[in-house]
Nanobody
Framework: QVQLVESGGGLVQPGGSVRLSCAAS????????MGWYRQAPGKQRELVAI???????NYADSVKGRFTISRDNAKKMVYLQMNGLKSEDTAVYYC???????????????WGQGTQVTVSS
């Protein structure tokens, strides 16, 4: 059973920083893209940042220059460093990965359970 487990998040003041972590576990043959999405109340889930298996990264325009995605392939982890946080960054942040489990025809999409980030004074 493949799982994604997030950590980090919480309440942070405007202009502050927080780091999210996501660990993939289970019988994994390979991991392709890993990334972060977020969903604010009343809004659709949106892409925040993605890290492809070739090392390339992409960001939503709203977070460019403030957020940085990184991954540790050996540990099967992806991180999101969020700086200069604004109230509009308040959302539930979800880890996402495209994974080929062992002995499957994959790849399949997997999601973490989500972690709340609230930016407020």
């Amino acid at each position: 059973q493949v799982q994604l487990v997030e950590s980090g998040g919480g309440l942070v003041q405007p202009g502050g920083s927080v780091r999210l972590s996501c660990a993939a576990s289970g019988s994994i043959s390979s991991i392709h893209a890993m990334g972060w999405y977020r969903q604010a109340p009343g809004k659709q889930r949106e892409l925040v940042a993605i890290s492809s298996s070739d090392g390339s990264t992409n960001y939503a325009d709203s977070v460019k220059g403030r957020f940085t995605i990184s991954r540790d392939n050996a540990k099967k982890m992806v991180y999101l460093q969020m700086n200069g946080l604004k109230s509009e960054d308040t959302a539930v942040y979800y880890c996402h990965a495209v994974i080929i489990p062992v002995s499957t025809m994959g790849p399949y999409n997997y999601w973490g359970q989500g972690t709340q980030v609230t930016v407020s004074s």
